[in-house]
């Protein structure tokens, strides 16, 4: 299988901003921010979609939403709010096949969500 | 602290619409639907929001996750596709002080997510 642009930038052959990085997470500026902040945090383990994760795969999902929360923290987010949004399928408009939490802060964000 | 009206529904002293239970999750439709399909999913425990969520809660947040995609598969939303948005404090329109997951689907999400 074709390795993804976040397995190459967790790898370090693709240049980004990453904002941090642990065992089994990593968390970068999205190169097309909707947001003063948006920063995408994926599993290093290139589960595609969350609809293809396994039960095995709770306690790095757990974990995805916790590091989530501590960066959007250490962004500074913490009291004046953000949003998290996973895109599964065409309808959402999922783009890498790479199993990617977005954290959208710093503005207003409106209702509905897309 | 006062019990949130998710609480109440997890009780069953509220009536909703609920799709699916188990011992730790409990999914229901959003009475203000923003998709044709719009369910949320909440831990059982009253978590307020991601952020206040704490290590010890790695698993019920991994779970939330799966069974968020659960939900969405069995809402015939797989194929098509679907969109989870978590909303933290003020500039994302947090509603309810109790950690849930909407799961929206059946239309074409926009870009950015509000």
Redesign the interface.
């Known amino acids: 299988m074709a390795r993804t642009l976040f397995e190459k930038i967790i790898a370090r052959e693709v240049p980004a901003n990453i904002v941090f990085e642990d065992d089994s997470v990593c968390a970068f500026r999205d190169i097309n921010p909707?947001?003063p902040t948006h920063i995408l945090i994926v599993p290093k383990k290139p589960i595609p979609r969350?609809?293809e994760?396994k039960?095995e795969?709770?306690?790095?999902?757990?974990?995805?939403?916790?590091q989530?929360?501590e960066v959007?923290?250490r962004a500074g987010?913490?009291?004046?709010?953000?949003?998290?949004?996973?895109?599964?399928?065409?309808?959402?408009?999922?783009s890498v096949p790479h199993l990617h939490v977005?954290i959208?802060?710093?503005?207003?964000?409106?209702?509905?969500?897309?």
Chains 1, 2 share one sequence.
Request: zero cysteines; aromatic letters at 4%; charged letters at 15%.
């Open positions: 909707q947001a969350l609809g994760a039960a795969d709770q306690s790095v999902l757990g974990h995805l939403l916790l989530a929360a959007a923290a987010l913490d009291k004046t709010g953000y949003r998290l949004v996973i895109n599964h399928g065409p309808d959402a408009g999922e977005h959208l802060g710093g503005r207003h964000m409106k209702w509905p969500p897309g």
